[in-house]
């Protein structure tokens, strides 16, 4: 969810929740997003604010606008979020954990089995 406390802005936010809707099928190809009003009223924050995190979304593909009638999910949009965030996102992850593994004098092997154990953990769990 948006967290007015997160020093990200809240635009960025609303991007970044709106792909995880796509990510989790919520959200599907061609299908229309919430509004910037609809967005404005869900989350209580100004429209303008929301319009700016669709915005982002459009400039990178991941919607389109249809004139008068709204924005749309791209064909290609989950395929564009995946790649943006492995990326992006993960690779800036990984690197946090290999040095904070490397700080505990964790070794190679062992940071990789507890990477599989969380990995069945949320298999099971998300089942």
Same mark, same amino acid.
Request: no cysteine.
């Given at each position: 969810?948006?967290?007015?406390?997160?020093?990200?802005?809240?635009?960025?936010?609303?991007? +970044?929740?709106?792909?995880? /809707?796509?990510?989790?099928?919520?959200?599907?190809?061609?299908?229309?997003?919430?509004?910037?009003?609809? @967005?404005?009223?869900?989350?209580?924050?100004?429209?303008?604010?929301?319009?700016? *995190?669709?915005?982002?979304?459009?400039?990178? +593909?991941?919607?389109?606008?249809?004139? *008068? @009638? *709204?924005?749309?999910?791209?064909? +290609?949009?989950?395929?564009?979020?995946?790649?943006?965030?492995?990326?992006?996102?993960? =690779? /800036?992850?990984?690197?946090? @954990?290999?040095? =904070?593994?490397?700080?505990?004098?964790?070794? =190679?092997?062992?940071?990789?089995?507890?990477?599989?154990?969380?990995? +069945? /953990?949320?298999?099971? =769990?998300?089942?």
């Amino acid at each position: 969810m948006i967290s007015l406390d997160s020093s990200k802005p809240i635009y960025v936010q609303i991007a +970044e929740w709106l792909e995880t /809707e796509i990510l989790r099928d919520r959200l599907k190809k061609d299908e229309k997003v919430y509004s910037q009003y609809q @967005l404005a009223e869900m989350f209580t924050i100004n429209p303008a604010t929301a319009a700016k *995190g669709l915005t982002i979304l459009v400039n990178e +593909e991941i919607l389109y606008k249809k004139r *008068g @009638l *709204g924005m749309f999910v791209t064909k +290609e949009a989950k395929k564009i979020i995946q790649n943006k965030r492995k990326t992006n996102l993960l =690779e /800036e992850k990984v690197i946090d @954990l290999v040095n =904070e593994a490397n700080y505990l004098e964790i070794n =190679e092997q062992s940071l990789i089995d507890m990477i599989k154990k969380a990995n +069945e /953990e949320i298999r099971k =769990e998300s089942k």
